[in-house]
């Protein structure tokens, strides 16, 4: 007698008989989860405050401090109290004497520079800066 073999595809067709105890043993622990998940995802709804926390920074100062001037506004302070065209490297030597401008960057004379230039390309004729020469700015009058 020859036993018929079943293809793998024919196994999976085949179902599984289940009995009633299994069926509720099943349905019981699929609930279960089911319950947790869904109590879990609520609390963590619950738990979120509706209103915003006080006491959060607005980015306002507190109090009327001074503002301390840009390093642009303390460079035309600075040439503002000569008549004569200045290099940057002079510019920010005489800032940092007088206490107008504080950095803790390695080239300060290079960052001056390269905001006076970049006032100077995008306002054009209403900047407050004109390059005299090569290095060298001073105030429009």
Do not use: H
């Amino acid at each position: 007698m020859k036993t018929k073999k079943t293809s793998k595809k024919q196994a999976k067709r085949k179902k599984r008989i289940v009995t009633k105890a299994e069926y509720e043993a099943d349905a019981k622990t699929s609930a279960t989860a089911g319950d947790v998940a869904t109590t879990a995802k609520k609390s963590r709804k619950a738990s979120k405050p509706t209103k915003p926390a006080t006491g959060r920074d607005t980015g306002e100062r507190r109090g009327k401090a001074a503002k301390r001037p840009s390093g642009l506004d303390a460079a035309a302070k600075v040439l503002a109290e000569t008549s004569e065209p200045m290099s940057c490297k002079t510019i920010v030597e005489r800032m940092l004497t007088n206490g107008l401008w504080q950095t803790k960057g390695r080239t300060p004379a290079a960052t001056i520079y390269a905001a006076i230039i970049r006032e100077i390309a995008a306002k054009g004729d209403k900047a407050r800066f004109r390059k005299v020469a090569r290095g060298k700015f001073t105030l429009v009058k």
